[in-house]
């Protein structure tokens, strides 16, 4: 079936340093693949997304990196802040049939930012 | 310029009773999902409106439907609700469909 996974369930970190979050995929034929944060209280914060005919995306402070061979996504924070602190979830979108825009979530990673 | 917005923020209902949620998309948006996500886990995803009509469904039983109006507003309807429907809901919207899904707040039900 369908699924994500994460490969850390927290992680912790200096103030300064940069992060590296990673998520497991386990359908290959997912083509739509998106980062989100969860502040505590808060709805997802969407962070950035690729497409799987790209295998690297970069937007401020963030990077996302796609393996379709080991079918492995990454999240990368640069300079990591407190207020990164979060919950970070990867999704992805498989095209079947009509599931398209249904996002199977990941359990999810909890960064915590030391200063 | 307005992002997703859910109503109520906050509900506590007990066994047995009716709930409707309400989420209006964020300004351009015409398509609405709506996803459970309960304690220390990822949403679920419930199902998806798009031109009033609902496109797919995820694992939920029939407690659990939804309407679309014509200005993508949505209401989530939950009938008969179980101590198991305790949740954060989630409603999120995107461009038609095919494209990234932003989330509102959410709401937070308690079922006694």
């Known amino acids: 079936g369908e699924s994500v996974g994460l490969h850390l369930p927290t992680l912790s970190v200096q103030e300064g340093d940069n992060s590296i979050i990673n998520c497991a995929y386990s359908n290959s034929a997912s083509d739509y693949f998106i980062w989100y944060k969860q502040e505590s209280g808060k709805g997802p914060q969407f962070i950035i997304d690729?497409?799987?005919?790209?295998d690297k995306r970069q937007g401020q402070r963030v990077t996302v990196l796609l393996n379709k061979t080991v079918k492995h996504l990454s999240l990368q924070i640069a300079a990591t802040q407190p207020g990164d602190s979060a919950v970070y979830f990867c999704?992805?979108?498989?095209?079947?049939?009509?599931?398209?825009?249904?996002?199977?979530f990941g359990q999810g990673t909890i960064l915590t930012v030391h200063p | 310029d307005a992002g997703v917005t859910q109503s109520p923020t906050h509900l506590i209902k007990t066994r047995g009773q009716q709930v409707t949620l309400r989420c209006s998309p964020k300004?351009?948006?015409?398509?609405v999902s709506w996803y459970q996500q309960a304690l220390g886990q990822g949403p679920q995803f419930i199902f998806q409106?798009?031109?009033?009509?609902?496109?797919q469904r995820g694992n939920f039983p029939d407690r659990f439907s939804g309407h679309q109006f014509p200005n993508y507003s949505s209401e989530l309807n939950v009938n008969a609700l179980l101590l198991g429907d305790s949740a954060l809901y989630l409603c999120?919207?995107?461009?038609?469909?095919?494209?990234?899904?932003?989330f509102g707040p959410g709401t937070r039900l308690l079922v006694l």
């Open positions: 999120a919207s995107s461009l038609q469909f095919r494209e990234t899904q932003y």
């Open positions: 999704a992805e979108n498989y095209p079947g049939g009509t599931s398209y825009g249904k996002l199977t």
């Open positions: 409106y798009y031109e009033e009509e609902e496109r």
């Open positions: 300004s351009g948006h015409d398509t």
């Open positions: 690729i497409r799987s005919n790209m």
